[in-house]
């Protein structure tokens, strides 16, 4: 269920316009009609000129005199996305190495381009699935391998916080 | 559009005794409904809860949207069979909204017997996939079903091939179906998933195979568990039987809403309409309206007046064939031809009703059938005058038009009445029922009456005597037990003649629910000029 | 003078535009590619793009802009506020070049630019000053010796400060030897020059200055005075004229006093002589900015002159053709500066994109900016989106249109302090005019961001849900299912 701060919400849009928004379970009538000049929001008795933008999970709204940022979000969306990648990246289909771009011990981004393999004729780019620190590159250029074959190793991440904090 | 004037005297004995008995008959139709829908044993719902799983009625709230209505369908099949074991057949059907669309919905129950499908439960799924292969609805299956009960299996097992088989066509009529896979789906079962378009099944509570564990091992001596043979992760990620795995219902239910989010928006047929407008008349006064006895008369204007938009009726015909009312009005903003009874019909009648449904059916109008019929008449008069002739022709008028029909039991329906006034047999896109009305073969007292002097003819012809006064007394009774528990609408309504009681004051509700799901479906006219029968 | 160009950017490049658009001129700008698609270059009628890194760098490159000046045959060079505006030197190549430099002569902005001369001069002028050394402090015991004899608390500065940098308050000897030696350390630091002068602190100061107009004949008026004592580390953030509490005796005399001093260093332009008052009405000398001010709109609105025009006027050698009599203050006018920053984290600057900007009109209202719709604000300039000037008939009337002007000023995308200088102008003591410069800091928790109401949280959800992408209109339901709600059989 989408969530909207800490409540969860779900929208039911009426034929005339309007909308039951449904806030932790409790119904709120609520509308919301783009004018010429911002929009109209209607909740319960309630009238507001508002102005709205959307930018990607944030709903900026200007209302009561200030702007405000809501983030609308999926926590199922985030939940994956901050339960971060698997260690190792494995080959998801058989071919060969076509050119690596990292080495042991570097350190590299979450989605950052690891490797290019060149499978079925096609060449295609194997990313980080994590940000971390390499700790193994598998495969030289040129050589081939299996669908599921290890490519590159990232350092365990329990590991490279041990190591953080002996730095520390 | 004129308002009817109603002439019901809402403070006479009559309306009072009337109102008194059809509150009883909507309190008890409502502690039934209550009953087959909850009454569960507390050890059931622990067990259910320890295994993670919710009941039908969570899972279906948490499926639906929310604030919006839901339509369900026969909630009392099988009250009157199997003892009571499979309250609602233990499945749950009807039309519900999900992310704004209009979803037919089959829910196991497995709070009671592993879910088991009795012969009732199947053929109330059958009915659910016919009515949403009709209306074009798009189906939802949320199954969890320990399989057919066996010692009925032989019952079961020809109709339950006909659910594989809806679930075919409405594929194939580009009718998008889903599946959730709550609990088992084994044997004949594992289809109800597996034929539809798009399936999810729940990791550790969800299995689809066509034989489970105990089978296999003594058939092929393999020894293997749920989980290795039809877990979610197996037919997710090794079978392809299913097409995601999730981790527990409530992501499934999540992930149904998502997935039909995706479907594309319901065009629906476009008919009349205007603005919503309540009754005039007070749909409550239908208690009062409604004879405390199947026998008394009323006019079924007086029931049009508080189920139609602003209690507005054009009436067509109004001079003509009088026990039939026929006209037009706008139900929940859609317009509608009705055609309602005032007792038997004769053949004015009868040729005012095919002359009325050709009209409606020219003009793409749907139509709505109130039953308060005895049947035709009879005697020689009639006959000369053509009464079966004529109610063959209502009838071919009736079977032949391409609009929705949907029938409503508001008093009696019988006899070939029924089939004229389109009852279950006529292909109705839905049947409801009131709680007073009956519907039967014949009138039970006429019922009787014939029985009964059968049965004496037959005592004189084999016994050469005549019955005493005891014996025609038993036989009036059994022949009268017999029809009054036949022609109840519990009994029917149990046995799927309909798709559910309904009080009377909720008609308004379910008539416009069930338009608006029988809209879904194109209507294909036939062109043809209006006879004047 | 034809075509001027602008060597500035922003909010000031749009307002100097606009003049030189009335004035049928033509108006070139200059321009870094990160303000490649500012309204500044939409509205130029010229620009030309400068190339430097960082991108301040190029607003500040003198030889970029004259060659840029020469292409674009400007004929004429306006440097704004902030970036080249107070350098001598580059008003020197403007002239060089043969070009209008529009603003006071070099001269008089190095002579002003210096505290410790332009003090010298103010006193020659007879403009009052604070009680302290004559000139830099030598070492730290002439520090001591010079804010004794003064008196504490005083205030220690750096000769060519400026935004606060290099000053130091110390209330007794202690605190003096390490004012003396952290602010002169900071002053080397950041001007490259050391030198630092003490004097009197005062308490509870409020920040006056006079606007002045000189041109190159000789004559020179005043405009009156602005009060921008609502001060942040100070940086101005809200400004008004007239001062609440000065009255038209008090407004003849400094302007007089500051007229004076324009014609002592023969300034010939637009300037402003900044004074600190104190508690008991006194004004003492502070400084003179040679050029124009952030805040001259609110002056513009009480005068109804048009400042940018009278510098294009006196830098083309007209005559002001004008005497103090004719210059009359009607109305009240506040000015509150927006901020790309987040008043609710220490005021940290604010980057990313406006992706809706939607600025109030009317009666009473006058918004200077430079931003449009899907404009990224970087943090390579000063934070400054616009400046929203409320006027009216008096200064009751004129907090009620700025308060009106910023709840109706939109701009989403990123935090800005509209809200919060709402705040401050709805405050009881700014209502009240008893402002002074440390206003900001002793209100600081009254002035934080209020939380929300409950109902207008729910309806910021409610507005949020209606307008996300996740909750889509194909969802809608039909009349019928509208109709009856959450209805069960």
Redesign the interface.
């Known amino acids: 269920?989408i969530r909207i701060g800490e409540n969860e919400i779900?929208v039911?849009?009426k034929a005339d316009g309007s909308a039951?928004v449904?806030i932790d379970?409790v119904?709120q009538d609520a509308a919301l009609r783009d004018g010429p000049a911002g929009a109209d929001l209607q909740v319960g008795d309630r009238s507001e000129r508002i102005w709205y933008v959307v930018d990607g999970d944030t709903v900026y709204v200007h209302a009561f005199g200030r702007a405000h940022a809501v983030p609308v979000v999926d926590p199922?969306e985030r939940k994956a996305r901050e339960a971060g990648g698997e260690d190792t990246v494995v080959a998801p289909t058989p071919g060969t190495v076509v050119t690596v771009s990292v080495a042991d011990g570097d350190e590299v981004q979450d989605r950052q381009v690891l490797l290019v393999i060149e499978s079925m004729k096609m060449q295609s780019e194997i990313t980080a699935s994590r940000a971390g620190v390499v700790e193994r590159v598998h495969l030289q250029v040129g050589e081939s391998f299996e669908k599921g074959a290890a490519l590159v190793s990232l350092v365990a991440e329990d590991e490279e916080a041990a190591e953080e904090e002996e730095i520390a | 559009m004129r308002r009817l004037v109603s002439n019901v005297d809402t403070t006479s004995d009559q309306f009072r005794t009337n109102r008194e008995a059809n509150l009883g008959l909507a309190a008890d139709l409502k502690k039934h409904?209550d009953a087959a829908r909850y009454d569960r044993p507390e050890r059931s719902l622990k067990r259910l809860e320890e295994r993670g799983k919710l009941t039908v009625r969570q899972r279906l709230e948490l499926l639906l949207?929310?604030?919006?209505?839901?339509?369900?369908l026969s909630?009392l099949a099988a009250m009157d069979a199997y003892n009571g074991d499979a309250p609602q057949g233990l499945v749950v059907t009807g039309i519900g909204?999900i992310?704004?669309?209009?979803v037919m919905i089959t829910a196991g129950d497995s709070s009671l017997k592993g879910g088991s499908w009795y012969p009732l439960s199947v053929h109330k799924i059958v009915r659910a996939l016919k009515i949403a292969l009709r209306n074009r609805l798009p189906v939802l299956n949320l199954v969890d079903s320990g399989g057919a009960f066996l010692p009925l299996g032989d019952e079961i097992y020809a109709a339950g091939g006909h659910i594989y088989y809806s679930l075919c066509r409405l594929s194939a009529e580009g009718i998008p179906t889903l599946a959730l896979t709550l609990g088992p789906a084994t044997a004949g079962g594992a289809y109800l998933p597996t034929l539809c378009d798009q399936s999810i099944i729940v990791r550790d509570t969800g299995f689809v195979f066509l034989a489970g564990p105990p089978l296999v091992k003594a058939a092929t001596g393999e020894d293997v568990t749920n989980e290795e043979l039809g877990g979610a992760d197996m037919h997710a990620g090794v079978s392809g039987t299913s097409d995601y795995a999730v981790d527990d219902e409530r992501?499934g239910l999540?992930l149904c809403r998502e997935i039909v989010?995706t479907w594309p928006?319901q065009t629906?047929t476009d008919v009349d309409?205007r603005e919503?407008e309540e009754p005039f008349y007070d749909p409550d006064e239908l208690y009062g309206i409604v004879p405390d006895d199947i026998k008394k008369q009323f006019d079924v204007r007086e029931v049009i007046a508080r189920i139609v938009d602003g209690s507005r009726f054009v009436e067509f015909k109004p001079d003509y064939g009088d026990t039939m009312v026929t006209g037009w009005a706008y139900l929940?903003?859609?317009k509608i031809g009705i055609l309602g009874n005032n007792g038997v019909l004769f053949s004015e009648a009868a040729n005012k009703a095919s002359q009325f449904m050709q009209l409606c059916d020219r003009d793409g109008v749907p139509l709505l059938f109130l039953h308060n019929i005895t049947g035709f008449m009879v005697g020689l008069e009639y006959e000369r005058g053509g009464i079966t002739k004529n109610g063959a022709k209502m009838l071919m008028v009736q079977a032949n038009v391409t609009v929705p029909k949907i029938s409503v039991y508001v008093n009696a329906s019988q006899g070939a009445g029924n089939y004229a006034m389109a009852g279950p047999a006529w292909d109705p896109r839905f049947v409801f029922a009131w709680p007073n009305s009956r519907s039967s073969i014949m009138g039970a007292e006429q019922a009787v009456n014939v029985l009964t002097q059968v049965r004496i003819a037959n005592l004189k012809r084999e016994e050469q005597r005549e019955p005493t006064d005891e014996e025609v007394a038993r036989i009036r009774d059994d022949v009268g037990d017999y029809f009054e528990r036949t022609s109840h609408p519990y009994h029917l309504t149990s046995e799927l003649r309909d798709d559910?009681l309904?009080?009377p004051t909720?008609t308004r509700?379910?008539l416009?629910?069930a338009?608006?799901a029988a809209l879904n479906a194109p209507i294909t006219r036939t062109p043809g000029g209006v006879l004047r029968i | 003078m034809k075509s001027v160009l602008i060597a500035n950017r922003g909010e000031i490049a749009v307002r100097i535009l606009k003049t030189l658009h009335r004035e049928g001129l033509t108006g070139v700008v200059v321009y870094h590619e990160a303000d490649a698609e500012s309204l500044a270059v939409k509205l130029a009628d010229k620009a030309v793009e400068l190339h430097g890194s960082p991108p301040v760098s190029a607003y500040l490159d003198v030889e970029q802009i004259i060659a840029a000046a020469k292409s674009s045959e400007a004929d004429a060079v306006h440097p704004g506020f902030g970036f080249l505006a107070e350098n001598g030197d580059f008003a020197q190549a403007v002239i060089d070049a043969g070009l209008i430099w529009v603003g006071p002569k070099p001269d008089a902005i190095r002579s002003m630019g210096d505290k410790i001369e332009a003090k010298r001069l103010a006193e020659e002028a007879g403009v009052p000053i604070l009680p302290g050394s004559p000139g830099a402090l030598a070492d730290v015991d002439d520090a001591v010796e010079w804010a004794e004899k003064i008196g504490y608390p005083v205030l220690l500065k750096a000769s060519a400060g400026g935004g606060g940098k290099g000053m130091r308050i110390a209330h007794d000897r202690a605190e003096c030897i390490d004012a003396f030696t952290s602010a002169s350390n900071e002053a080397r630091a950041s001007f490259g020059d050391g030198r630092v002068f003490v004097e009197r602190f005062v308490e509870r100061p409020r920040h006056i200055e006079v606007q002045v107009l000189a041109d190159q004949h000789g004559a020179a008026v005043h405009l009156g005075e602005r009060e921008c004592s609502i001060q942040r580390r100070y940086q101005k953030v809200v400004e008004e004229a007239p001062s609440p509490v000065v009255d038209e005796e008090t407004r003849q005399r400094i302007g007089a006093q500051a007229v004076s001093l324009a014609q002592t260093v023969g300034y010939a332009s637009a300037g402003t002589v900044e004074l600190v008052m104190d508690e008991q009405g006194e004004a003492y000398f502070l400084e003179m900015n040679t050029r124009l001010q952030v805040e001259h709109p609110v002056t513009e609105l009480v005068t109804g002159i048009d400042i940018v025009s009278e510098q294009l006027r006196i830098a083309r050698g007209e005559e002001l053709g004008y005497d103090q009599d004719a210059i009359s203050i009607t109305g009240s006018a506040i000015e509150c500066r927006v901020y790309a920053e987040n008043p609710d984290e220490d005021f940290a600057p604010e980057t990313g994109t406006l992706h809706l900007v939607h600025f109030p009109s009317g009666e009473g209202v006058r918004v200077d900016h430079g931003v449009q719709s899907g404009q990224v604000v970087g943090a390579a300039f000063d934070p400054m989106i616009a400046k929203v000037v409320g006027f009216g008939a008096d200064r009751t009337e004129a907090i009620a249109k700025i308060r009106k002007a910023l709840r109706e000023t939109v701009l989403l995308g990123l935090t800005t302090n509209t809200a919060y200088l709402e705040r401050i102008v709805g405050h009881r003591d700014f209502i009240s005019g008893a402002t002074h410069t440390g206003f900001l800091a002793l209100y600081e928790d009254e002035l934080a961001t209020p939380p929300l109401e409950v109902d207008e949280e729910r309806a910021l959800i409610c507005a949020a849900a209606l307008a996300s992408p996740w909750f889509?209109e194909?969802?809608?339901?039909?009349?019928?299912?509208s109709?009856?709600?959450?209805?069960?059989?």
């Open positions: 269920m779900q039911v849009r039951t449904w379970g119904a199922e | 409904l949207d929310p604030g919006t209505p839901f339509l369900e909630p909204i992310n704004g669309r209009e992501e999540a989010g928006k629906k309409r919503i929940m903003g859609m559910g309904i009080d909720d509700a379910v416009g629910l338009f608006e | 889509d194909r969802h809608t339901l039909s009349t019928v299912h109709a009856l709600g959450g209805w069960r059989a």
